[in-house]
Nanobody, 113 residues
Framework: QVQLVESGGGLVQPGGSLRLSCEASGIIIGFDTMGWYRQAPGKERELVAAITSAGTRNYAASVKGRFTISRDNAKKTVYLQMSSLKPEDTAVYYC???????WGQGTQVTVSS
Protein backbone atom coordinates (compact mmCIF):
# COMPACT_ATOMS: atom_id res chain seq x y z
CA GLN A 1 0.00 0.00 0.00
CA VAL A 2 1.38 3.36 -1.05
CA GLN A 3 1.22 6.03 1.62
CA LEU A 4 2.59 9.57 1.87
CA VAL A 5 2.71 11.48 5.15
CA GLU A 6 3.57 15.18 5.20
CA SER A 7 4.87 17.10 8.20
CA GLY A 8 6.66 20.32 9.05
CA GLY A 9 3.98 22.91 8.43
CA GLY A 10 3.14 25.69 10.83
CA LEU A 11 2.86 29.40 11.39
CA VAL A 12 5.80 31.53 10.31
CA GLN A 13 6.41 35.25 9.89
CA PRO A 14 7.02 36.77 6.47
CA GLY A 15 10.64 36.29 5.48
CA GLY A 16 10.93 33.15 7.57
CA SER A 17 11.72 29.58 6.63
CA LEU A 18 10.18 26.14 6.98
CA ARG A 19 11.14 22.67 5.85
CA LEU A 20 8.38 20.27 4.88
CA SER A 21 8.91 16.51 4.86
CA CYS A 22 7.04 13.80 3.00
CA GLU A 23 7.70 10.28 4.23
CA ALA A 24 6.77 7.58 1.74
CA SER A 25 5.97 3.93 2.19
CA GLY A 26 5.18 1.31 -0.40
CA ILE A 27 7.14 3.05 -3.16
CA ILE A 28 10.74 3.74 -4.14
CA ILE A 29 10.87 7.51 -4.37
CA GLY A 30 14.10 7.44 -6.37
CA PHE A 31 12.27 5.70 -9.20
CA ASP A 32 9.37 8.13 -9.22
CA THR A 33 8.62 11.77 -9.93
CA MET A 34 7.71 13.26 -6.59
CA GLY A 35 5.99 16.60 -6.32
CA TRP A 36 4.89 19.19 -3.83
CA TYR A 37 1.60 20.93 -4.52
CA ARG A 38 -0.34 23.53 -2.59
CA GLN A 39 -3.92 24.69 -2.36
CA ALA A 40 -4.95 28.01 -0.91
CA PRO A 41 -8.55 28.73 0.15
CA GLY A 42 -10.76 29.30 -2.87
CA LYS A 43 -8.01 28.37 -5.31
CA GLU A 44 -7.12 25.28 -7.29
CA ARG A 45 -4.30 23.00 -6.31
CA GLU A 46 -1.07 24.01 -8.03
CA LEU A 47 2.32 22.42 -8.57
CA VAL A 48 5.04 24.02 -6.44
CA ALA A 49 8.04 21.81 -7.16
CA ALA A 50 8.87 18.38 -8.53
CA ILE A 51 11.89 16.11 -8.69
CA THR A 52 12.21 13.36 -11.29
CA SER A 53 13.90 9.99 -10.98
CA ALA A 54 16.89 11.50 -12.78
CA GLY A 55 17.10 14.27 -10.22
CA THR A 56 15.78 17.04 -12.45
CA ARG A 57 14.02 19.71 -10.45
CA ASN A 58 11.19 21.94 -11.63
CA TYR A 59 9.66 24.88 -9.81
CA ALA A 60 6.70 27.15 -10.16
CA ALA A 61 7.77 30.63 -11.20
CA SER A 62 6.36 32.06 -7.98
CA VAL A 63 8.73 30.03 -5.78
CA LYS A 64 11.86 29.73 -7.93
CA GLY A 65 14.90 30.88 -6.03
CA ARG A 66 13.10 30.60 -2.67
CA PHE A 67 12.11 26.93 -2.46
CA THR A 68 14.25 23.83 -2.90
CA ILE A 69 13.01 20.28 -3.37
CA SER A 70 15.23 17.37 -2.43
CA ARG A 71 14.99 13.72 -1.46
CA ASP A 72 16.74 11.18 0.72
CA ASN A 73 16.21 7.80 -0.89
CA ALA A 74 17.47 5.89 2.14
CA LYS A 75 14.97 7.65 4.39
CA LYS A 76 12.24 7.46 1.74
CA THR A 77 11.61 11.14 2.33
CA VAL A 78 11.10 14.12 0.05
CA TYR A 79 11.74 17.59 1.42
CA LEU A 80 10.66 21.09 0.52
CA GLN A 81 12.89 23.78 1.97
CA MET A 82 11.03 27.08 1.89
CA SER A 83 12.77 30.40 2.50
CA SER A 84 11.81 34.06 2.23
CA LEU A 85 8.23 33.07 2.81
CA LYS A 86 5.45 35.43 1.80
CA PRO A 87 1.82 35.67 2.92
CA GLU A 88 0.79 34.40 -0.52
CA ASP A 89 2.59 31.13 0.23
CA THR A 90 -0.11 30.36 2.78
CA ALA A 91 -1.79 27.10 1.75
CA VAL A 92 -2.14 23.44 2.51
CA TYR A 93 0.88 21.68 1.02
CA TYR A 94 0.54 18.17 -0.38
CA CYS A 95 3.03 15.55 -1.47
CA UNK A 96 2.37 13.47 -4.59
CA UNK A 97 3.65 10.36 -6.28
CA UNK A 98 3.13 10.79 -10.01
CA UNK A 99 3.42 7.12 -10.84
CA UNK A 100 0.84 5.98 -8.32
CA UNK A 101 -1.20 9.21 -8.27
CA UNK A 102 -1.25 9.11 -4.50
CA TRP A 103 -1.59 12.14 -2.24
CA GLY A 104 -0.74 12.77 1.37
CA GLN A 105 -3.14 14.33 3.85
CA GLY A 106 -1.50 17.74 3.58
CA THR A 107 0.22 20.07 6.01
CA GLN A 108 -0.87 23.64 6.66
CA VAL A 109 1.58 26.48 6.09
CA THR A 110 0.53 29.92 7.29
CA VAL A 111 2.70 32.96 6.67
CA SER A 112 1.54 35.88 8.76
CA SER A 113 2.83 38.53 11.13
Amino acid sequence: QVQLVESGGGLVQPGGSLRLSCEASGIIIGFDTMGWYRQAPGKERELVAAITSAGTRNYAASVKGRFTISRDNAKKTVYLQMSSLKPEDTAVYYCNSRTFDVWGQGTQVTVSS
